[in-house]
């Protein structure tokens, strides 16, 4: 079957550092995708990774292995707007998009 | 530029109430999406749209029909609503060849509740 893992939920300090780990196991891998979701809104696209590395975005950083089906979100400088839901995504075979559950992020002060 | 709108925003209906979710999108996107969101789970989408006028069911169609008779629309139609489908619906579209990954644009989602 299609299995995408993330952690429920996590908690870290404004200004600190936090990585987001995503594992998968997928028919097919088109790619991995990171959204940021506001309680009570709508998914919005965060980055995108086909190639093994690091892609990097202002404070936002994601890798990817293809090897171990693993990625990683990784904010930087967390402010109290990064408190979210973040959802991993992978684009199957048939290039339809599985998701994770998503994890919660609670910034403190 | 509104990117991708639905309506309504929120519902309330009694089990075996019908009801057309609305959505509509101003990028000439090709496919689109409706999704349904549920606390502790992933998206999981019902049906999709690859081009005007075909449709295709995705992990969870029963109970939805939809229709896309138009690029711009999708619709996704509750014949008899039943409690189990109270949920979070988000419609969503995408620049898609087919043989690319793009991303997905989402609307403010509906919540609906059924009682």
């Known amino acids: 079957g299609q299995n995408i893992d993330q952690p429920t939920e996590m908690t870290a300090t404004e200004g600190a550092i936090v990585q987001i780990n995503c594992t998968y196991q997928t028919s097919g891998f088109n790619g991995l995708f990171w959204y940021q979701q506001h309680a009570g809104e709508a998914p919005t696209f965060l980055s995108y990774?086909?190639l093994d590395g690091l892609e990097e975005k202002g404070r936002f950083s994601s890798f990817l292995s293809r090897s171990k089906g693993y990625s990683y979100l990784l904010l930087k400088e967390l402010q109290m707007k990064d408190s979210a839901s973040y959802l991993c995504?992978?684009?199957?075979?048939?290039?339809?998009?599985?998701w994770g559950a998503g994890t919660k992020l609670i910034i403190k002060p | 530029n509104a990117g991708v709108t639905q309506t309504p925003k929120f519902q309330v209906l009694k089990t075996g109430q019908s009801m057309t979710l609305q959505c509509a999108q101003d990028?000439?996107?090709?496919?689109m999406y409706w999704y349904r969101q549920d606390p502790g789970m992933g998206l999981r989408l019902i049906y999709y749209?690859?081009?005007?006028?075909?449709?295709d069911k995705g992990e969870v169609p029963d109970g939805y029909n939809v229709s896309r008779l138009k690029k711009q629309n999708f619709l996704l139609g509750l014949e008899s609503a039943a409690p189990s489908q109270t949920s979070v619906y988000f419609c969503?579209?995408?620049?898609?060849?087919?043989?690319?990954?793009?991303?997905?644009?989402f609307g403010p989602g509906t919540r609906l509740t059924v009682t």
């Open positions: 749209s690859a081009s005007e006028g075909t449709t």
């Open positions: 990028m000439n996107h090709n496919s």
């Open positions: 969503a579209s995408s620049y898609s060849t087919g043989t690319g990954s793009y991303e997905q644009y």
């Open positions: 995504a992978v684009s199957d075979s048939n290039y339809q998009l599985i």
């Open positions: 990774n086909v």
